[in-house]
């Protein structure tokens, strides 16, 4: 069923309170896993009908794994829950006042409890031309959308190579995680259509280029992960440049403070996320850092003890006067702190402070190459540090189905890189 209405549940049912979760990503997921089979109604509001494995996304976008292969309906994870409910929509408005959120077809469902999972999206910093033709890689249309942009750009260069060769630049702005796996995937993508699909490209003429305003990449991570990432990436031929700020982006250029103009097929934006401009921005006079939901130490936003934000749509104190980065852990401890606090109050316990306990973090740089850093251990690096972090992703990967699509190309690709999933399809342009 896709609504909530108390005329379609049992007299028990519609007795129960209702929580209402705006947001499938990682964070109400764990949420809603929390509720399974507890004496609440279960309401989770997407956009979307699938939930999407945000850090595989630039394997979407280099044409390594298929769309189908990261998302997955969020009915099916909640099949056999039932007091988990889905609606499809787009919240427009939350009345506090009147408990109830108003969705874009002007329906209003009421809630007892309230769940901020909105996530985040790309921040453009206010950079001129940078929303309009850079793209992000924050959903599966921009991962679609750019894999679309990369292919065609190689098919044209191609097309005219035997009259007019050019120069195809690639600019991946931000170098954090995303902005080093999308970096070592695209140098990969293009030497494989060069040596698999007959492309007449000359690969001295094909620059991939990561830049980032920080003085060495992955700035989360250990010194000497930054150093073996930055190896690894000239490695595979990728230039990347240090203390470069971006100041505008145009259709196929991008311009930089020193004043240099490149001409580009592709500007890949990588350099962060903000709340602003989602439901998370809108819930409070005095929005957060980023337009996150500011809360207490229990997660309940401010002054509301019926309603909650987690993951990259809070503003999670960590003890230390700052906050919890927005990444998936954070997401889904917090989710699951939630979902604890929630059944506390039913039984009339006091909500708990949240703690994030760090399991450390890891990014990939291509085939054998990858680092990861434990909160109290070394930093692995190398083929160790890469199957780690393939073991990682294949775990919390939603669906049986998709961690064995997955699991199969990755097999298949460590012993030889296949034709795959490099379609330029017609409506990846259609916005998300």
Request: hydrophobic fraction near 45%; aromatic fraction near 8%; glycine fraction near 10%.
């Amino acid at each position: 069923m896709a609504t909530t209405s108390t005329s379609a549940l049992s007299a028990s049912d519609a007795s129960r309170p209702h929580v209402v979760i705006v947001g499938g990503g990682f964070g109400g997921l764990e949420v809603a896993r929390g509720l399974v089979g507890r004496p609440v109604r279960v309401t989770i509001i997407d956009r979307h009908n699938f939930h999407t494995f945000l850090p595989l996304l630039y394997q979407v976008a280099t044409a390594m794994l298929e769309p189908a292969e990261v998302a997955y309906p969020i009915r099916t994870v909640f099949g056999k829950a039932h007091n988990v409910r889905f609606r499809h929509g787009l919240v427009r408005h939350v009345d506090h006042d009147r408990r109830v959120v108003v969705l874009g077809d002007e329906t209003e469902l009421a809630y007892d409890h309230l769940v901020i999972a909105t996530g985040a999206t790309a921040a453009f910093f206010g950079i001129p031309g940078a929303s309009q033709h850079a793209i992000p890689l924050y959903s599966l249309a921009d991962a679609r959308r750019l894999r679309n942009r990369l292919l065609s750009s190689l098919e044209h260069a191609d097309a005219v190579a035997d009259t007019a060769p050019i120069g195809l630049n690639f600019v991946i702005v931000g170098g954090g995680p995303t902005g080093v796996e999308t970096s070592g995937a695209l140098s990969e993508l293009i030497k494989t259509v060069i040596r698999r699909d007959g492309l007449h490209l000359d690969p001295t003429r094909v620059r991939i280029i990561l830049v980032d305003m920080a003085p060495r990449l992955l700035t989360p991570f250990p010194e000497k992960a930054s150093a073996y990432a930055l190896k690894e990436l000239e490695r595979m031929g990728v230039e990347v440049e240090f203390g470069r700020s971006v100041v505008e982006v145009e259709e196929h250029a991008i311009r930089f403070a020193d004043g240099e103009r490149l001409r580009v097929a592709a500007v890949v934006w990588a350099a962060g996320v903000t709340a602003n401009g989602t439901l998370a921005s809108d819930v409070q006079e005095d929005a957060g850092p980023g337009g996150r939901v500011r809360v207490s130490p229990s997660l309940q936003i401010a002054e509301r003890t019926n309603e909650w934000a987690v993951g990259d749509s809070a503003a999670i104190p960590n003890g230390d006067g700052g906050f919890y980065p927005q990444l998936a852990p954070v997401a889904m401890q917090s989710g699951r702190h939630v979902a604890a606090q929630i059944v506390r109050q039913g039984e009339g316990k006091p909500a708990l402070p949240f703690k994030f306990h760090n399991k450390g973090i890891m990014a990939t740089i291509g085939r054998h190459a990858a680092v990861a850093t434990l909160p109290k251990g070394p930093t692995v690096k190398g083929t160790l540090g890469w199957l780690a972090w393939l073991g990682l992703h294949l775990w919390y990967l939603v669906g049986f189905r998709n961690k064995l699509r997955v699991m199969i190309n990755w097999t298949w690709r460590y012993f030889d890189w296949p034709s795959g999933p490099r379609l330029i399809m017609a409506d990846a342009e259609t916005a998300d």
